[in-house]
């Protein structure tokens, strides 16, 4: 199968290019806020970047930076806490097939977000205007983002909205492939840029 693998290198530059609005918002929020993700937008997070392509050293070196970036964890607080989850994601610990990146569906019925925490599919999660925000500072032209508004307004249908923003971020790509999970957003992403 044919697609670029997600590692150290590249990762700040398939950051904005190649991933689905669902975790391009989580790693940002997570370096904006300087908060550390919550447990239901890590495991969101963590099996996703597995299955991009990140190795078990790749997770462990960049979850350790993003992490520590909250003054309230550091390393030693990190291989404590944190390590277990991502020797269970790539199944060294725990049943041994380790886990994978959830689909859309799972994602957009995952439940509000309490103070503080981030997760699941933004075209659910967001109130309108702060969506609006977002598109904009993702620089989504105003006819996707009015018809990305107009799908969620009249038929919630989100996974549609992703599809609008999918085609924003790719010209002259109808979107085929993507909207079921955020893996075949990725993947179609890279097929697109390869060519
Ligand atoms: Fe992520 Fe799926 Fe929502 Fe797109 S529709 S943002 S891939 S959960």
Known sequence: E???KLNLGNFE??????????????????????KHLKHAGRLQLRPFLKDCGFSFEDSVSWWKQELCRD???????FDKNYMYDLEHAYGKKGHLQGQNCCG?????????????Q???????????KALQQQLQRWRVPSAYVGEIERLIKEGKRYQE???????????????DGVGNSPLDFFKESCVYHKK
Do not use: W
Not at 105 to 114: C, D
Not at 161 to 175: T, V
């Open 2 to 4: 044919a697609g670029e």
């Open 13 to 34: 530059e398939l950051l904005s290019r190649s991933l689905p609005p669902c975790m391009r918002r989580l790693v940002e929020r997570q370096r904006e806020t300087k």
């Open 71 to 77: 003054p309230t964890i550091d390393s030693g607080k």
């Open 104 to 116: 859309c569906p799972k994602l957009i019925g995952l439940p509000g977000e309490a103070v503080g």
């Open 118 to 128: 981030v997760h699941g599919c933004p075209f659910k999660q967001m109130d309108p």
């Open 161 to 175: 909205a992703c599809i609008e923003y999918f085609k924003s971020q790719h010209q002259n790509h109808e979107g």
